[in-house]
């Protein structure tokens, strides 16, 4: 049993602790943001292709990662084309007809697989292998949960689920490892044993700064045609002992439009009600996370345009008395130079890594990709050390402007090699990609996620030390997300230790010890 694939790795030792493992049952391994999960597929498939003579299918949410699941399997397994093929949906049926007769290993992304599946161009019964990276996506109608279905069926069937973070909710935890008939799950955290050795310390501080004036002056304003358009949502009773909030709008906004149907034609009236409080509820989480910019943009994109739900809402806002005072702070902001304390504490910190370490990597996290364009811009003409890059998904809209996937790998490695030295990234980052590690991760702002901080953390502390600084504004969404997020990280670890506890197993006798003794659920308790 070949460890080392032929030689080109050395495996770590938490690396082969799983991947004697994950051989043997199906299983979910939930191992922090760059280290290894991909050697552990690797070592998992080359078992499969060489011991039993099987094939393996690796499955990758999105295009970039299957093209670099592709590159970095070739190089691990020693394989090239025809033996390896990638799919992602721009080859044609014949071709991938031919290619799912001859690859021994085949990278797609899902959708392809249940189209193929679908149309009765898979052999499943020759596959001894479904290799699941961002497994904690294997839920509600995601595509996963249809192949994994199908698979299992097969009696030669090996499942192994790849994921940095598991999810907050015990009930998503079950479903992932229901719907991927896992049996066994592997959780690596720097705390165990035999990865310490490995890890290099992350330090992550929240910065609180104040919020800015002009952000203070136009709140109350918007704030005042929100709560104009919730007393007519409170008035009609619709929602009895439930919060209002976005997501209980959103979701009551389906029930409401099937019973107008039904004969409530009443209702009709209301949802553009619960359409406009969203849309403002959005507006005030744009103003006091991002600044004035951001939220005028979103304001004018509402005015502007031709859709009709878009259109019912701006003849809504307008009729508030508080619309015109709202759109002359904006305006007022707009006009006259001022500060955003973000944007000069993410020049600060840029600053000041790049003076201490010149050869410095620093990413940048934030939600929108306006938010991405104008701190670019300002890091270029504030900054000469900063050598600041945009780098987001590959979908445009309007005058926003994606980055197909050759500019995506052509940055990435313009990143690597010192061309840029601050990336300035939405949430295309987060997830798999194979970014450089860096010195130091900044969120322009918290993310309620668990899994999204996890994977944003996961950016530094690879080959050495590492920084995250989190921005926060005091008393606004801000802290309201970064709390949120630290919840359900506490939550995470409580459901793993549950999960640990209730579905543990006996090591059969003759399993091959492990390099050192392990649990076999470890627990998370940091995934710092």
Not at 171 to 191: A, P, Q
Not at 206 to 234: G, N, Q
Not at 463 to 481: F, P, Q
Request: net charge neutral.
């Amino acid at each position: 049993m070949d460890e080392t694939l032929g030689g080109k790795i050395e495996p770590r030792e938490y690396q082969i602790n799983v991947f004697r493992k994950a051989i043997k049952e199906n299983t979910l391994v939930v191992l922090p943001t760059g280290m290894g999960k991909t050697v552990i597929a690797a070592m998992v498939a080359n078992f499969v292709i060489n011991e039993r003579d099987e094939k393996v299918l690796f499955l990758a949410p999105t295009k970039p990662l299957v093209s670099q699941h592709y590159e970095t399997l070739k190089k691990l397994l020693g394989i090239d084309a025809p033996v390896i093929a990638k799919f992602t949906g721009e080859v044609d049926n014949q071709d991938r007809m031919l290619d799912w007769s001859v690859s021994k290993v085949v990278i797609s992304t899902p959708q392809v697989v249940v189209n193929d599946m679908r149309s009765g161009m898979i052999d499943f019964s020759r596959y001894g292998l479904v290799i699941f990276d961002e497994a904690h996506r294997a839920s509600g109608n995601y595509a996963y949960v249809d192949i994994a279905r199908e698979f299992v069926q097969y009696k030669k069937r090996l499942i192994l689920g790849l994921t940095a973070s598991p999810g907050s909710k015990m009930e998503r935890l079950d479903e992932v490892t229901e719907n991927l008939s896992i049996e066994n799950v592997i959780i690596k955290s720097e705390n165990d044993s035999d990865v310490q050795k490995y890890v290099n310390p992350v330090r992550i501080d929240a910065k609180i700064l104040e919020l800015p004036a002009s952000v203070k002056a136009a709140r109350p304003f918007m704030v005042e045609i929100y709560s104009e358009i919730l007393k007519k949502i409170r008035e009609s009773g619709v929602f009895k002992n439930e919060p209002i909030n976005r997501r209980t709008m959103a979701s009551k906004i389906p029930e409401l439009v099937r019973r107008a149907r039904e004969g409530e034609n009443n209702l009709f009236g209301l949802i553009p009600y619960l359409s406009g409080a969203i849309r403002m509820d959005y507006a005030i989480e744009y103003l006091e996370s991002q600044g004035t910019e951001i939220a005028m943009d979103y304001i004018n994109g509402i005015m502007s345009s031709e859709e009709k739900t878009l259109r019912r809402t701006a003849a809504m806002i307008k009729k508030s008395p508080a619309f015109g005072q709202l759109m002359d702070e904006l305006q007022k902001s707009a006009e006259k130079e001022h500060s955003n304390p973000k944007m000069d504490a993410i020049l600060d910190l840029c600053n000041s890594s790049l003076s201490e370490n010149p050869n410095s990597r620093i990413i940048v996290f934030t939600h929108f990709r306006k938010t991405a364009v104008i701190l670019t811009r300002f890091l270029k003409e504030k900054s000469i050390l900063a050598k600041p890059v945009r780098f987001v998904g590959q979908s445009s809209k309007g005058e926003d402007e994606g980055i197909n996937q050759k500019k995506q790998e052509e940055i990435i490695h313009g990143f690597r090699e010192g061309e840029y030295n601050v990336l300035v990234a939405t949430s295309v980052a987060e997830e798999g990609l194979d970014i450089p590690s860096t010195d130091l991760v900044i969120f322009y702002e918290p993310v309620p996620s668990e899994i999204r901080t996890i994977q944003r953390r996961g950016r530094t502390g690879r080959h050495h030390s590492g920084k995250v600084i989190i921005l926060i504004y005091k008393d606004s969404r801000d802290s309201a997300y970064y709390y949120s997020s630290l919840r359900k990280e506490n939550a995470m670890r409580k459901n793993i230790n549950r999960f640990e506890s209730e579905n543990s197993k006996v090591e059969a006798k003759n399993e091959p010890p492990p390099i050192k003794e392990e649990k076999k659920f470890s627990s998370l308790d940091d995934f710092y």
